[in-house]
C-alpha cells in the first residue's frame, strides 16, 4: 500500500485495486492506496457486471480472479456511505500501463521515505506530512518528481516550506537509489559547404542545433561529434521517444535551415 494524501480517490481517476470478492452481478475491491473510514482497514470498491466487459458476461470468473491486482477507472464516490463505483471496461491497455508504471514509482518514493525514516529516527507517517507530501504536491506524478530531484538536486525543492537538513537528506537519498532511464536517436548528418569559410559555417550550424536544448543534462542532451568529411554522428538523448522525437525535428531543422541560408547542403540518414 502507497500512503495518500486522501481517503478516497477522485471520479474519473484511475486507481489500482485487488479483487476480494466475486459474486454473479458484482466484483469488490480492495483499494489499495487509500484507507478509507475509520472503521475500514482500506477502501473497498465495487464493480457492477455491466461495467467489467462491453460484451455479454456469461461467467464474471472468466473476466477476473480472487486476488488479482487490477486498474480501474473511478466513476463515483461517496466519501460518507464510502461507496466508490469502478469500472473495468473504460480502462485502455494504454491507461493500464501508464497507471501501473506510475505505481511503480509510488512504491519507490515510499520506500526511498523509509530509508530516511531509518536515518533520521521518524515515522514514516510523520515523514509524510512534513515532507513527502508537500514535494508530491508540487509535482504532477511521482516519476516526474524523483527523475526531477535526481537531475537537479536541493534547488527543485529549496523553496517548499520544509526542513532543510532533512530536505538535503532526502535529496542525498534520492541521488544514491534513484536511475532516470533515457532513450536515444542516432544517425549521419551530412554537410557541406562550398564558401571559403565553409568549416566555420558549418560549424556554426552544428552549434545552433546543439543549442536547442537550452539547459542540456545527462538525460537531455544534443550530441554531434566529426566523423570523415562531409560526415557527423548526430545523436539526442532523451527520457522518452516522444520528446526524443520532438527535439531531434527542432535540431535537424535548425541546422538545415542555417546551410540553407549560406548555401550550402544538408542530409539527414536516420539508423535503423
Known amino acids: 500500500m502507497v500512503k495518500s494524501k486522501i481517503k478516497f480517490p477522485k471520479e474519473g481517476s484511475f486507481v489500482i485495486a485487488k479483487v476480494v470478492d466475486i459474486q454473479r452481478g458484482y466484483i469488490y475491491v480492495d483499494?489499495?492506496?487509500?484507507?478509507?473510514?475509520?472503521?475500514?482497514?482500506?477502501?473497498?470498491?465495487?464493480?457492477?457486471?455491466?461495467?467489467?466487459?462491453?460484451r455479454w458476461i456469461r461467467n464474471v470468473r472468466n473476466y477476473v480472479r480472487m486476488n488479482e491486482i487490477l486498474v480501474l477507472k473511478v466513476l463515483k464516490v461517496d466519501n460518507f456511505k464510502g461507496h466508490v463505483d469502478l469500472s473495468l471496461r473504460r480502462v485502455t491497455a494504454q491507461q493500464k500501463q501508464l497507471r501501473m508504471k506510475e505505481w511503480k514509482y509510488a512504491f519507490k518514493f515510499e520506500n526511498l521515505l523509509t530509508f530516511l525514516?531509518?536515518?533520521?529516527?521518524?515515522?514514516?507517517?510523520?515523514l509524510y506530512e512534513t515532507i513527502g507530501f508537500p514535494i508530491l504536491d508540487s509535482y504532477e506524478s511521482y516519476q516526474k518528481t524523483l527523475e526531477d530531484i535526481?537531475?537537479?538536486?536541493i534547488q527543485s525543492i529549496q523553496n517548499l516550506d520544509i526542513d532543510s537538513e532533512i530536505a538535503k537528506k532526502f535529496v542525498k537519498i534520492i541521488e544514491e537509489n534513484v536511475i532516470v532511464s533515457t532513450v536515444s536517436i542516432s544517425g549521419k548528418?551530412?554537410?557541406?559547404?562550398?564558401a571559403p569559410n565553409g568549416i566555420n559555417l558549418i560549424k556554426n550550424a552544428i552549434n545552433f542545433g546543439i543549442k536547442v536544448i537550452k539547459s542540456p543534462k545527462e538525460t537531455k542532451r544534443v550530441n554531434i561529434r566529426y566523423v570523415a568529411a562531409p560526415?557527423?554522428?548526430?545523436?539526442?538523448?532523451?527520457?522518452?521517444?516522444?520528446?526524443?522525437?520532438?527535439?531531434?525535428?527542432?535540431?535537424?531543422?535548425?541546422?538545415?535551415?542555417?546551410?540553407?541560408?549560406?548555401?550550402?547542403?544538408?542530409?539527414?540518414?536516420?539508423?535503423?
Open 189 to 194: 548528418l551530412s554537410l557541406t559547404a562550398t
Open 117 to 126: 525514516a531509518d536515518e533520521t529516527g521518524k515515522s514514516i507517517n510523520e
Open 31 to 54: 483499494l489499495l492506496d487509500f484507507e478509507g473510514r475509520e472503521d475500514e482497514n482500506l477502501a473497498r470498491g465495487m464493480i457492477h457486471i455491466s461495467e467489467i466487459s462491453s
Open 231 to 272: 560526415n557527423y554522428r548526430l545523436e539526442v538523448i532523451e527520457k522518452n521517444y516522444q520528446e526524443a522525437e520532438s527535439v531531434l525535428a527542432s535540431v535537424l531543422k535548425t541546422i538545415e535551415d542555417e546551410m540553407i541560408n549560406v548555401g550550402g547542403t544538408f542530409e539527414f540518414i536516420r539508423d535503423k
Open 150 to 153: 535526481k537531475e537537479s538536486g
